[in-house]
């Protein structure tokens, strides 16, 4: 029977597929494990499926005819596949050091955890602080998007939405990034992901639910791989970016209602409002190309922001 399922879904990264699979092969340290990989390809139309059957033939594959999301290409290649562990893992990654055996021998080990995920790294080795955090609140959410976590001590600080930094050892966390993750199936209890969102924050939504079961998420440091993230976001087009901020918002929605989720949208805009301020002043005494990227990108997700604002607040939403 096979234990471990490494999920996989692509869109539009061939190449970066390609380096995820042969590192799955040459570092998972999945060698005498019963395992098999499911790679689901959203429609790439980029030569990935053609890459796959020639340089992959072993790889379950699924391919669909458009772009049904990141949550419901994880829920099909689920259901193909029975295994009792679920390994989540972007294509856009790079597996080290037996990352996926240590992944699956913790969660063996700790009968009590759900899912478990590990430090995600930069091509340069820096931390990325998305891997996980607490569950999004106006104070936490204020505070990422104010800067008022650099200013604030800590004693005063409410738990961060992102790791304020690297950690020695594993912690418990309200939830961690589906770029790379361990679920125990037993802990489901139905689907692997909401069907309701469609990209973005359906790890949140998993997360809490799996904790609401009585379950347990940790954030492993030991455990490290290599996330190419800007390969991918370079790419997207502004439906994907607008649903980087409409996932976040819908999952804030389910669980605050819509008068605190009209807060939480002008945090937001005030917040990219004054990412482009100071990061556009820095880059015009300065700062150089690396301020005048985030300043460009702060004044479109400000722009996608505005969007989301004058929409309908609704309580279901699919990503389209």
């Known amino acids: 029977m096979t234990k471990v399922a490494v999920i996989i879904v692509n869109w539009r990264v061939r190449e970066l597929l ?104 930069n ?23 104010l800067f008022l976590d650099r200013l604030l001590p800590l004693a005063l600080r409410p738990r961060p939405l992102y790791l304020e930094g690297d950690v020695g050892d594993a912690i418990d966390v309200d939830w961690v990034s589906g770029a790379c993750m361990i679920v125990r199936r ?3 209890n139905g689907a692997l992901f909401d069907r309701r969102f469609f990209m973005y924050a359906e790890d949140m939504e998993l997360c809490q639910r799996v904790k609401r079961g009585g379950w347990r998420v940790k954030y492993d440091p030991e455990i490290s791989i290599t996330h190419y993230q800007g390969a991918s976001i370079r790419q997207q087009s502004a439906s994907i970016m607008l649903s980087s901020l409409k996932g976040p918002r819908f999952f804030f929605l389910l669980n605050h209602g819509r008068y605190r989720t009209a807060v939480f949208d002008i945090l937001t805009l005030c917040g990219f409002g004054c990412r482009f301020l100071v990061y556009r002043a820095v880059s015009l005494l300065g700062g150089g190309r690396v301020y005048r990227e985030r300043a ?19 309580r279901t939403w699919t990503g389209r």
């Open 123 to 145: 091509a340069d080795g820096s931390l990325q602080r998305w891997t996980g955090g607490a569950f999004p609140t106006l104070a936490n959410v204020a505070c990422h998007y």
């Open 186 to 188: 037993e802990a489901l």
């Open 18 to 121: 390609r380096e995820c699979l042969s590192s799955i092969a040459r570092a998972g340290g999945l060698d005498g494990v019963e395992h098999e990989i499911v790679v689901v390809d959203n429609d790439s139309a980029d030569g990935s499926v053609e890459m796959l059957r020639e340089d992959f033939p072993n790889v379950r594959l699924i391919v669909n005819a458009d772009n049904v999301g990141f949550g419901a290409a994880n829920n099909q290649a689920a259901d193909l596949t029975g295994a009792p562990y679920l390994i989540l893992l972007n294509p856009d990654t790079c597996v080290r050091n037996c990352a996926l055996r240590h992944l699956v021998d913790r969660l063996e080990g700790e009968r009590d955890v759900a899912i478990i995920g590990c430090r995600l790294l």
């Open 296 to 314: 460009r990108s702060s004044r479109e997700y400000l722009r996608l922001a505005w969007r989301v604002w004058r929409e309908p607040v609704q």
